[in-house]
């Protein structure tokens, strides 16, 4: 992007200059294209900028095509340098030109309208656009010409040059003038003019005070009569002008084409509503005069079209159906990872790496002692939080998709990359460190706890307005859940009034569930009972089921058996031994945060992101 000399120089903003304007926006270009795109979409690129960046923008822009890439921009007014630049434009809202730049010039000179010389093609065509846009039948004519080269009727020309008013003709005197109806004149009005409902004719006064009114006419736009078609039982046939069939030419677009939607095309001051009659003058002339919709005897076509303008439509303001937007939204989103595979890699990679960490500072858990109870506690508690902030995502939410589409699919693309990420983690720990607990259940676990921990971040990111605060109120409330898990404070010892607290936990689920899956059963842990302290266990408490096992002469007596799992579990207040209620219960939770993150995109959030 010829950026060189730009190096180690800052971008700016308000309050501290940076590069040029357009360094800046090669900047924001070359951001785009580092991943080398096949299709890149630019708008506006030159806006802001003076000729010559505006230039060296589009010139670099001109070098990525050439090395493969295709490039589709929105551009106002280009110069005639860049205009030379491009190798197809493309001339909208509606499509007037498709083609190339050096093609434009006999485009317009095959509709008679040759470019002037020294003047820019595109610019004048813009001209001519508005030209048909403002008279009667608006652009259809250019379409039309554009798709089937049928060459439309001329309704201007150049403006005819003011002559000097000492060498004007009187109107009144000018044998042309009497063929000519000035539109401008007080005359022409309703008080009046009396119209002759069969003849065509009117009857106006020519006032000597018109001539202010006839300076006004030399410079209107020459306009090319344009005949009617006349009712077939005055005995004169007209053969019916293409204008006839450019208005019909919209609503065979509309529905010709198979797979276009059938909705009414929108209103356009190019199209006026045949239901309003237009106001002045030009109604009354208009009336006089039989046209194609006016005409009782011809037989109407079955692309007629009758529009209503500020009409309320009914429909569905979305293109796609429901199911196909989540198809082809979650389709999009994989091929977004497969394309841009270190954003999967780099959270895989953190989360091996830290796996790795932690089995090398918790080595040697697989010895049944008091130590290793504690280690064992110490081990799960951080396994938890690495995962719940390996989670945090942050992704666009386009504006013309459903809101509920985008939710869906963006689980349903991350739901196996999540599973790949807990089983990564899992696998290694398991592995190292010896753990007596089932790999499948503790992978399970570690999934479950991705899933409802992503929903929670997206639905905080929905709700602040800006990433700032989002990185703020997940610190803040993660600080909350992981002092209120059971780690650190015990259910029986946290406060009545704070106790809510610990069942909305997101740590607390997944927490007792590895300890249930790691510490259920009968497994015997001697040691001294200073190891259990300080430490999360502290005041031991012996479970009924050792109790019931010694005396049942399943356990040796408490001398050579001083704890068990069940103890350790009983310890910590776990009264739900079962780790598929803490799953459900944390899958629930889930679905809420993701539920809660939809009905703030639907109904909330409308800020952009910071």
């Not at 040029?20 to 080398?36: A, F, L, N, T, Y």
């Not at 846009?133 to 039309?144: A, C, K, M, Q, R």
Request: glycine residues 6%.
């Amino acid at each position: 992007m010829d950026l060189q000399s730009a190096t180690h120089t800052y971008i700016g903003d308000e309050g501290r200059r940076g590069v040029s304007g357009g360094e800046r926006r090669r900047v924001s270009i070359g951001i785009d294209i580092i991943h080398k795109p096949s299709l890149l979409f630019l708008d506006e690129p030159t806006s802001g900028l003076d000729s010559t960046s505006a230039y060296s923008v589009v010139e670099k822009v001109k070098e990525m095509a050439k090395g493969g890439s295709t490039v589709l921009m929105t551009i106002h007014q280009p110069s005639f340098r860049i205009q030379m630049l491009l190798d197809r434009i493309t001339i909208l809202a509606r499509l007037i030109y498709l083609g190339s730049p050096l093609a434009l010039p006999a485009h317009l000179s095959g509709f008679g309208r040759p470019v002037p010389d020294g003047e820019n093609s595109i610019e004048y065509l813009l001209d001519v656009n508005k030209e048909y846009d403002e008279s009667t039948i608006g652009l259809d004519p250019l379409v039309l010409y554009q798709l089937d080269g049928i060459k439309p009727d001329q309704v201007a020309r150049t403006p005819i040059p003011k002559t000097p008013k000492t060498s004007r003709t009187p109107y009144g005197k000018n044998p042309a003038s009497k063929h000519v109806i000035n539109l401008n004149s007080s005359a022409f009005s309703s008080r009046n003019m009396t119209s002759q409902p069969n003849s065509g004719k009117f009857e106006y006064d020519d006032e000597d005070d018109d001539d202010d009114d006839d300076e006004d006419f030399d410079n209107s736009l020459e306009r090319k009569g344009v005949n009617t078609p006349i009712s077939m039982h005055s005995g004169v046939y007209n053969p019916p002008l293409a204008s006839n069939f450019y208005k019909d030419f919209p609503v065979w677009l509309y529905h010709g084409v198979k797979g276009t939607p059938h909705r009414p095309p929108s209103w356009t001051p190019a199209r006026t509503p045949e239901v309003l009659a237009p106001a002045g003058p030009r109604s009354l002339v208009s009336s006089q005069y039989p046209t194609p919709q006016q005409n009782p005897s011809r037989t109407p076509s079955e692309f007629e079209y009758e529009e209503v303008l500020d009409e309320p439509s009914h429909g569905s303001k979305f293109a796609n159906p429901w199911l196909r937007e989540v198809v082809v939204l979650s389709w999009r989103t994989a091929l977004n990872v497969i394309r841009t595979p270190e954003l999967f890699l780099s959270r895989e990679i953190v989360l091996a790496v830290m796996a790795l960490i932690l089995s090398s500072l918790f080595r040697n858990l697989d010895h049944p002692t008091f130590k290793d109870v504690n280690r064992l506690l110490n081990f799960y508690i951080f396994a938890v939080c690495l995962v719940f902030f390996s989670s945090n995502d942050a992704r666009d939410l386009p504006q013309c998709l459903r809101t509920s589409s985008y939710v869906i699919s963006s689980l349903i693309v991350y739901l196996p990359f999540f599973a790949i990420q807990g089983f990564t983690f899992a696998a290694i720990t398991k592995a190292i460190l010896h753990l007596e607990s089932n790999l499948k259940n503790f992978w399970i676990i570690l999934y479950a706890s991705l899933i409802s921990t992503n929903a929670y971040v997206m639905f905080v990111s929905a709700l602040v307005p800006s990433y700032i605060t989002g990185y703020a109120v997940v610190i803040a409330t993660t600080a909350l859940f992981f002092l209120t898990c059971g780690f650190f404070l015990k259910q029986s010892q946290i406060p009545i009034y704070w106790r809510w607290l610990h069942f909305i936990s997101a740590i607390k689920y997944p927490f007792e569930a590895l300890l249930t899956n790691e510490f259920k059963g009968k497994r015997c842990y001697n040691g001294q009972p200073k190891n259990l302290t300080p430490g999360p266990l502290r005041n031991v408490k012996i479970s009924s089921l050792h109790n019931k096992s010694i005396q049942n002469g399943e356990l040796l007596p408490r001398e050579n058996c001083m704890l068990i799992g069940e103890d350790v579990l009983f310890s910590m207040d776990i009264t739900k031994e079962n780790i598929w209620y803490d799953i459900a219960i944390l899958l629930a939770w889930g679905v809420l945060y993701r539920f809660f993150f939809y009905l703030v995109l639907r109904f909330y959030s409308k800020n952009e992101r910071k």
